[in-house]
């Protein structure tokens, strides 16, 4: 299906946004556009309102996810914020945090600049999680390609590696301890785009595996298939790499000008 996308108005109706997120009671959370100048806002399915007690940062937000106190996180250009009960706290501040995936409760992964970097491609992976009392940060994998990281259903996380994609299972991101290696799981894919990079990697509830470049391109391949399908752009449109999953299975492709379910 296809749908044109419609102009949102209304009071306090943000003018731009490049991050949505949904959380535990259906409220949706709006952040980012290109110049992190829109702030954030929360749409309660009635009215668009501030979370934030004060000033949001200018920052742009590329990842959000909800701990088990209702606390949102946020990954951005800023660093690593997590907002709860109005107030907004830095968690990691003079890095840039590019995305977040939530694995199991109270466990997340998170991509972030290393310190001191001088390059975008300059990144690790690090886990975040809530351990006596406090929340922990530790440097999981030191080494990382600056690509989507996504957690499936089962909270296992894909992203794009050379000849395919890899995969990172829930049991290990939580049992792992510092001076273990973390195990990554490989997987080999025929590169469905030629030599464009792929940015993206989601695994659906039915096990399909589906890829987006940077630009939109998309593809998929399902349990059974020999080689991956490339959607044509009249239904899957170009302009960003992001793919979701609903309640219900149906999957979304954002695009500039429309969406795809």
Same mark, same amino acid.
């Given at each position: ?75 951005? #250009? @800023? %660093?690593?914020?997590? +907002? /709860?009960?109005?107030?907004? $706290?830095?968690?990691?501040? =003079? !890095?840039?945090?590019?995305? &977040? ?60 590696? #050379? @000849? %395919?994609?890899?995969? +990172? /299972?829930?049991?290990?991101? $939580?049992?792992?301890?510092? =001076? !273990?290696?973390?195990?990554? &799981? ?60 609903? #309640? ?14």
């Amino acid at each position: 299906q296809q749908y044109p996308f419609v102009p949102i108005t209304g009071i306090n109706a943000p003018k731009g946004a490049s991050f949505l997120f949904q959380d535990h009671q259906g409220g949706l959370w709006l952040a980012g556009a290109e110049r992190g100048v829109e702030g954030l806002t929360y749409f309660d399915g009635t009215r668009f309102v501030s979370p934030v007690n004060g000033a949001f940062p200018k920052v742009v937000v590329s990842g959000m996810a909800e701990d088990s106190d209702a606390g949102i996180w946020i990954a951005s #250009d @800023g %660093g690593l914020l997590r +907002l /709860s009960n109005g107030r907004l $706290e830095k968690i990691v501040d =003079g !890095r840039r945090a590019w995305q &977040i995936t939530k694995i199991a409760p109270d466990v997340f992964l998170v991509l972030m600049a290393k310190r001191g970097a001088n390059s975008i491609s300059e990144t690790e992976l690090v886990r975040v999680s809530w351990m006596r009392g406090k929340w922990k940060i530790q440097t999981v994998l030191e080494s990382m390609p600056n690509v989507a990281i996504q957690a499936d259903r089962s909270g296992n996380t894909l992203y794009p590696c #050379d @000849g %395919g994609y890899c995969e +990172l /299972s829930s049991a290990a991101v $939580e049992g792992w301890n510092l =001076g !273990r290696a973390l195990v990554v &799981i490989r997987h080999s894919m025929l590169r469905p785009f030629g030599p464009m990079p792929v940015k993206a990697v989601f695994r659906d509830s039915a096990g399909c595996i589906w890829m987006r470049t940077d630009s939109g391109d998309t593809a998929c391949k399902c349990p059974g298939d020999s080689a991956p399908t490339v959607l044509p752009t009249n239904i899957a449109g170009r302009g960003h790499y992001t793919l979701s999953e609903l #309640d219900d299975s149906s999957m979304v492709i954002p695009s500039f000008g429309e969406l795809a379910i």
